[in-house]
């Protein structure tokens, strides 16, 4: 298996990736990872850590491939392969691709993966490292234009099929849905669909939240995951408008180390990126899914807390063949809108868990530790 992850400079690969490779060793799977960005420091000496994007074009395409070289000559070495990258760079140079197109059909990966992370966290990545000269707008325009450059090379080397995008996430459910989606085909892949935003209306609040939690989790030991929540930045749009009502100049979000400092005005300026992304992006998402696992929580009065995304969700896994199952918790009966697109609707969250083992939608687990 080789595999080419790219994601914009800020994401944090690096670190992310190194944790794949730990689970996949604890499932007994050696996973190679090539970072080509610390190739092409080795290649640089006199290069200071973080400047290497300042280069003149020309060195820097040298550098690259180069560094690719060593990677082409040691990748037929190992069984599994990994090759952390970049697609694109928008940078000093302006927008500029990362990559040689000889070279990476040379590469011929069976598996090209965008990863994706929230606009504050990059973001606040890139200030820690030092690196302020960017506005909001540049970061969320180089996440689309990273995911998109990523799918056509997939396209142009490999064709439908191969191409992936991935969230960072805060915690090891991404880490263990990446290492699923690389090494064990087998499992299948599914969408997790249920209300994002606060469910409107008495009943909604911490149960609901609990709720929705715990279908995630379930999930996610049985398939490999794509969770909308893993890119949540919805909340940052309440956040910037109570800004702005304030007159204050700057907004912050997160907590302790994950706190971050943004200029109101940029925040503004991209909320409606923020809302085309989540709308195009989850489509994908449904899109590289085999099916969809849409949870419908029951607020007060048996009521069903059901947004309009998750309607939209539905209609579109369902026109793209894709299976779609729904637990529906509420106490009224679901409308033929929901009826007419399921495979099947459950009652429970049990319910359903014991159709997917009981109908082979579950494989048996492989060796190693991963799966228990």
């Known amino acids: 298996m080789r595999v080419v992850v790219t994601g914009q400079v ?19 799977q050696e996973l190679a990872i090539f970072n080509v960005g610390d190739l092409m420091y080795a290649e640089a000496p006199d290069v200071p850590p973080g400047r290497i994007l300042d280069l003149p074009l020309g060195r820097l395409t040298a550098l ?81 234009e990273e995911i998109l450059a990523t799918e056509l090379l997939s396209q142009i080397v490999r064709g439908h099929g191969r191409f992936y995008i991935m969230a960072r996430g805060d915690d090891d459910s991404t880490a263990h849905a990446m290492v699923r989606l690389l090494l064990h085909p087998r499992v299948r892949k599914a969408y997790l669909s249920f209300p994002m935003s606060h469910v409107d209306g008495e009943g909604a609040g911490p149960a609901i939240d609990a709720q929705i939690d715990d279908f995630r989790g379930q999930m996610k030991r049985y398939f ?23 007159g204050k100049r700057t907004v912050e979000a997160g907590a302790g180390p994950r706190r971050v400092r943004m200029d109101t005005a940029q925040l503004l300026d991209i909320l409606a990126d923020i809302d085309g992304q989540i709308y195009a992006r ?91």
């Not at 800020?10 to 007994?28: C, N």
């Not at 197109?101 to 590469?107: E, R, V």
């Not at 679901?334 to 099947?344: C, D, H, K, L, V």
């Open 282 to 372: 989850d489509f994908k998402l449904i899109d590289q899914s085999d099916m969809i696992v849409s949870l419908v929580p029951a607020l007060s009065g048996g009521r069903p807390g059901l947004s309009s995304g998750v309607e939209r969700e539905l209609q579109h896994a369902h026109e793209a063949a894709k299976d779609v199952f729904v637990i529906w918790q509420p106490t009224t009966a679901p409308s033929p809108f929901i009826t007419e697109t399921a495979t099947r609707v459950f009652a429970s969250l049990a319910e359903a868990v014991a159709y997917f083992l009981d109908n082979d939608f579950v494989p048996p687990p492989p060796g190693g530790t991963l799966f228990t």
């Open 224 to 246: 490999t995951c794509f969770d909308p929540a893993d890119v949540e930045e919805k909340y940052l749009g309440a956040l910037a408008l109570e800004a702005a009502r304030l």
């Open 64 to 144: 690259r491939r180069s560094a690719f070289k060593d990677v082409l000559a040691a990748a037929g070495r190992h069984n599994h392969v990994l090759v952390n990258t970049h697609a694109t760079f928008r940078w000093r140079h302006g927008l500029f691709y990362a990559f040689d197109p000889d070279q990476m059909q040379a590469l011929d990966a069976d598996l090209y993966v965008a990863m994706v992370d929230n606009i504050d966290a990059v973001h606040r990545r890139l200030v820690h490292d030092g690196h302020s000269d960017h506005s909001l707008k540049d970061l969320i325009v180089w996440r689309e």
């Open 10 to 28: 800020g994401v944090g690969k690096k670190p992310f990736l190194g944790r794949v490779a730990e689970l996949a060793a604890q499932d007994g």
